[in-house]
């Protein structure tokens, strides 16, 4: 063989990787592949010849690039970037018009006569309106009368994310943190310019780089040069940088005796500090914080309350424009009370405390990302307060990175939740946007499942539910089937029929792991690592840490009684909402057990027992396992081999898993129950003692 010959062999092997032959999931959504089909390519060829770009905007001129990128791989041409169209039609216009009736990051699309505009009010509007763009020859729609406008429903659509200075993700299932805090500043990860175009793709425009459980060094020179290196990245991607911080900073790094928020040395710390940060970083977003929450210190160590501690770092902030995210997480070590109602019973009497830059941000549900909550009461019953939603992205609850589970139906479920605080149709999304109380800031964060893993997300599947909180993030009115559809067309096929199988199963696999996880409205059935089922978790520092707090199995039934009958957390919600959730008999069943004590006996409105519809829904939930796994395997040949392994592997795990969890329940609630499995359904081939030994295993450090 000739070695020019060998040569070419080589070379095209090499090309082979990331192609959609062997895709290693780096490109996420932006994988932007010729566009098979020559037709298409040529009508979207026609109004692509030229980009006009005439700004010197940083902002403008990553859309032109962007958009240049793009159009080079689904086109398979190189577009050129001009800054004058010089008469000729045919190509891409970016502008600004400050008098267009756009919100400030909103964008409109127009094609006229094969020439499109992309009009920001803004330069983030029209990087958002160049990624729309992508978008639609993406996912092959027409663009000859193209002519869409859209707005961000929120201001601030933020990651939050949790790694540590050790580079460490609390929570984190897809490796070790994306910031590498030993190089920085100094080296500069091609990675974190990736990062920012996923995120700008989607409209996200702020990210909280470190840890809620917060390290006072992410505020020293030191770490503010590194943070100060990830913001400049960021920045022509319309991205700001937050921090989380520690609030007796002051006291730790600060040498003051005392981190108290009314000691007039404890505000000038924080005003000086602030200001130190705005000279690394001239467009720092502002804080995000964890206090007297699950051990970390807060104002309460002082006798102050939430808003003291919010307020005090919000005037040093207000300066600057900087904002305060402050995190309504709270609850108290108080196995007597109900930790349901704990954060509404701190907050709510709180509201029209805080200061005009802070946002509370409240998690979707009262206790903890549950696979299924209903909606934290907070969420309409403090008009006078800016209440952001916290979304968790990373699987915590949702079986780390081996399970499948599409989120859009979960963040969906809570947005759409009528709080009746206004009357019918006063959900939470309204609330969160600031169209109920007219909020003047409104924020929403996605607790981020990114990390080092090359495919950024471990499960490959679970790309959808970053790309998902994105876009709901941005309009949260689109569905969660249209956003599967969309991302399924951008990063596997788009094959109409694969790309249909593979939506579908995106959208039932919340509802299959709540089945086999926590069906009927059962909750935390975990203690240490949250994936290995222990509904018989007894022991523990404090009694809500334990699995028998949250389902209360007892020789009669099973559930929290949360109506005036127990904790009478219901009162916490409007009359028309605790009306639809106070009647076991009409309550809904997914809702069930999050607010009743019910009979094992107790006929539900699907004709079976208690005990026989929870068995089968353990059991069905389990077998549809299998259903997932068939349908993955019909759209082998329309999806790359590398992607389709990977996938099918972390499937048969799950099918494993979800058969373990099915035994864990049925057996050790069968002790409390004392029925048989009902027919069809086969008694599990281990004992409850096989279960726990496997279980144990999770446990061992
Ligand atoms: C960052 C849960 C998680 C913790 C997390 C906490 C929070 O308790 O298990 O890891 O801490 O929520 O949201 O603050």
New binding site residues.
Partial sequence: MSSKLIFLLLLTTLCKAGTPDRDDGYRLWLKYDLIKDATKRAAYARSTQLIVLNSTSPIQKTAAEELQTGLQGLLGKTVPIVASAGGKTGGITLTTNAAASLNSEGYQLSNQQNTITITGKTDAGVLYGAFALLRQFQTLQPIDRLSLTSNPKIQHRMLNH?DNTDGSI??GYAGQSLWKWYELPERIDPRYRDYARANASIGINGTVVN???ASSRFLTAEYLQKVAALANVFRSYGIKVYLSVYFPAPKTIGGLKTADPLDPEVNKWWADKVNEIYKFIPDFGGFLV?AN??GQPGPQDYGRNHADGANMLAKALAPHKGIVIW?A?VYKADGKADRFKAAYDEFNPLDGQFAKNVIVQV?NGPI?FQPREPFSPIFGTMPKTPLGMEFQITQ?YLGFATHLVYEAPIFKECLDADTYVSGKGSTVAKVVDGSLHQYPLTAIAGVANTGSDRNWTGHPLAQANWYAFGRLAWDHTLSSEAIANEWVKMTLTTELSSAKTITDLLLKSREIYVNYNTPLGLSRPWTGV?FAPEPWQNRSSRPDWTAVYYHRADSLGIGFERTAKGSNALAQYRPEVQQQWNNPATCPLPYLLWFHHVLWTQKLSTGRTLWDELCTRFYTGADSVGWLQKQWASVRKDVDSETFANVAGRLETQQKEAIWWRDAWVLYLQEFARQPIPAPFKKPERSLKEVKELVDIYQLR
């Fill in positions: 949790w609390e929570r840890n809620v459980n964890k929450s699950e995190r997480f998690k903890d915590e949250h």
